[in-house]
């Protein structure tokens, strides 16, 4: 879970699936998925394949030291 920060997730290649918040979804190559802040979530391959995701983090900038 990323507190200040949404998570984005696309899935290139492979197939597997996405929990949560305790919910499952299948995901394979072209799913997408967003994670709002603060959510708990996993990713879990399926199948012989890699399960290769693009993943990024969006929110308010980090506070300077």
Do not use: K
């Amino acid at each position: 879970s990323h507190p200040s920060a949404d998570a984005m997730l696309y899935v290139i290649g492979g197939e597997g699936t996405l929990d949560l918040d305790n919910r499952q979804t299948s995901v394979s190559a072209g799913s997408f998925a967003v994670v709002p802040r603060g959510s708990a979530y996993a990713l879990a391959r399926r199948g012989r394949n890699p399960l290769i995701v693009l993943a990024f983090l969006a929110g308010a900038p980090c506070a300077a030291d």
